[in-house]
């Protein structure tokens, strides 16, 4: 599934989506960014309620699809417009991580 694909199949806000063709095989959830970076794989969407520029930079170092805020969380000022000059895609959802997990899960 792309990462619009999924954006479309669970109504997701995109506040960046500069890839949205982007093949997603997986997925992972977490907060805790170097919990993250030593388990996320390439071409997983990430799930998390940091905002924070730190997503950007840890979605660039794992390579992970997309980055997915949760629980209605908006991304901090600038870093939409961070996430969309590196490539990452980021969006958003009002549901829980533990809902959309399942719902990705089953998706893919």
Not at 11 to 24: N, S
Not at 30 to 55: F, K
Not at 57 to 80: H, K, N, Q
Not at 97 to 104: D, P, R, T, V
């Amino acid at each position: 599934m792309t990462v619009f694909g999924l954006k479309e199949a669970l109504h997701l806000t995109a506040f960046a989506l500069p890839q949205g063709e982007r093949e997603i095989r997986g997925g992972y959830t977490g907060d805790l960014l170097s919990w993250v970076m030593g388990r996320a794989q390439e071409n997983d969407a990430w799930l998390t309620i940091m905002s924070n520029p730190n997503i950007v930079a840890v979605a660039t170092l794992t390579d992970v699809s997309c980055v997915i805020l949760c629980e209605g969380v908006a991304p901090d000022a600038g870093v939409a417009s961070l996430a969309d000059e590196k490539g990452i895609n980021l969006l958003g959802s009002e549901d829980s991580a533990f809902a959309l997990s399942a719902q990705i899960n089953r998706l893919l």
